[in-house]
């Protein structure tokens, strides 16, 4: 899943306004932003499959540091922790850790069963929605759209306001462009294509500078 991170990641802003959508953005995204790093480390591995059939050539044969239940609850507890130390805001710090842990249960409806529900588990879950693009589509596109609508009524709008809409256009681009591009060409691309997700984070945090609507610093 992709847009429908960033669409929860939005919609989160109208229950923690003094969070930056960049620190929203990144905890939406977050067990995606440690994978690549992982894989290059080769700590977690994928394999690319054209013929795989469905919405993504990829084959997660291997991920339990970044994507099993057990996992993303400690890394939401850690952020959600950190959070509240760094901003002390325990509201915004409640809010991150739910969005670090949304990542898995959203990736639970579009993955194959591959999934663990720890680490050390056997047990793998995945309702794979990836298997039909339409099915995809129709999950993804509404949470992204529903959150883009809870974002706007939460953050007021001011004129000249173009970074949200340059942001929205891009991972709109990002998203098709993996939907319906041709398969990557090595793993390492996978990987740097990955960490280059690290710039939405920042886009976020540009675009929340720009667009909150009260004077309160926002983190
Ligand atoms: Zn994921």
Redesign the pocket.
């Known amino acids: 899943?992709f847009l429908g991170?960033f669409g929860v990641a939005l919609a989160a802003k109208a229950w923690a306004p003094r969070t930056s959508l960049g620190t929203l953005f990144f905890a939406g995204?977050f067990?995606?932003l440690l994978?690549p790093t992982l894989l290059l480390l080769q700590i977690e591995r994928v394999r690319i499959d054209a013929a795989n059939g469905g919405v993504t050539p990829l084959v997660f044969v291997h991920y339990p540091v970044?994507?099993s239940l057990v996992a993303a609850a400690a890394w939401a507890a850690l952020l959600a922790f950190a959070y509240a130390a760094f901003a002390r805001n325990r509201r915004g710090a409640l809010i991150v850790g739910l969005l670090v842990l949304s990542?898995?249960f959203?990736?639970a409806l579009v993955?194959r069963p591959d999934l663990l529900l720890a680490p050390w588990s056997r047990t793998a879950v995945g309702l794979n929605l990836w298997a039909s693009r339409i099915a995809t589509l129709a999950v993804e596109v509404p949470l992204f759209a529903i959150g883009l609508l809870l974002y706007l009524r939460a953050v007021p709008a001011r004129r000249g306001d173009w970074r949200l809409w340059a942001l929205v256009a891009l991972l709109a681009a990002i998203y098709f462009g993996n939907l319906y591009g041709p398969p990557p060409p090595s793993i390492a691309a996978i990987a740097w294509v990955g960490q280059a997700q690290w710039l939405l984070v920042a886009f976020a945090y540009w675009v929340d500078r720009e667009r909150r609507g009260s004077p309160l610093a926002t983190a």
């Open positions: 899943m991170h995204q067990l995606d994978w970044s994507h990542h898995w959203l990736d993955h």
